[in-house]
Structure formats: C-alpha cells, structure tokens
C-alpha cells in the first residue's frame, strides 16, 4: 500500500477544516491494534512550494491525476486507516523512492 493515493479528509494548517483530497501512503505505523497510516497530500495549488514533487501520468503504475498535481512531503499527517476513501491511483516505485528521500531528509 505504500505509494498507493488515496482520498482522505486533509486538515488545512491554518484551521480545524479539512478537504478531501487525494493523499500518498507512505509508512504503515500500525501497532496491531490501529491500523494507522504516515500520509502527505497531493495538491494542485499554482502556489510553488519548495519542496513540492510534480506528479506526470508517466509517475503513476494505476490511476490517475490532475496533470498539475505535485506531492507535498513536508506536510505530513497520521491518520487511521478506516478514514480512507477510494484508491485512485498508485505511483511508481521509482517515485514513491523519490518522496520517501525528501521526507526523509527534512529530519
């Protein structure tokens, strides 16, 4: 399931709203009892963000995106996995490498 985009009910940063958008799966942190999940959002927003990952069709093994989409690894979030909504898509190995090094070299 890691790498696999899944619509999920993203908080903003700046308030308790949240938007169902399309989200990365990218650490199972379940314990045996929970079943969560290290999530980061995919946007479309024309605002650059830094270390935003633009997404192409070639990106992606399953699915399908807003061709303008890009990752947003430095806006990470856990969440259960009875939250998730639909599949959509799934990104490449090759991809799902790339966001999981950004993610981990903001630590």
Request: glycine share 4%; with cysteine; proline share 8%.
């Amino acid at each position: 399931m890691v790498g696999d985009i899944v619509i999920l009910p993203f908080p903003y940063a700046d308030s308790a709203d949240a938007k169902d958008r399309p989200t990365v799966l990218l650490a199972d942190v379940g314990d045996g009892r929970y079943a969560d999940w290290i999530v980061c959002p995919v946007t479309t927003s024309p605002i650059p963000h830094r270390r935003a990952i633009p997404i192409s069709a070639a990106d992606l093994v399953a699915g399908s995106l807003d061709p303008d989409s890009k990752v947003r690894p430095d806006r990470l979030a856990t969440f259960a996995q009875s939250r998730f909504g639909n599949t959509i898509a799934r990104l490449t190995a090759a991809k799902t490498a790339e966001v999981l090094a950004v993610v981990s070299s903001l630590f």
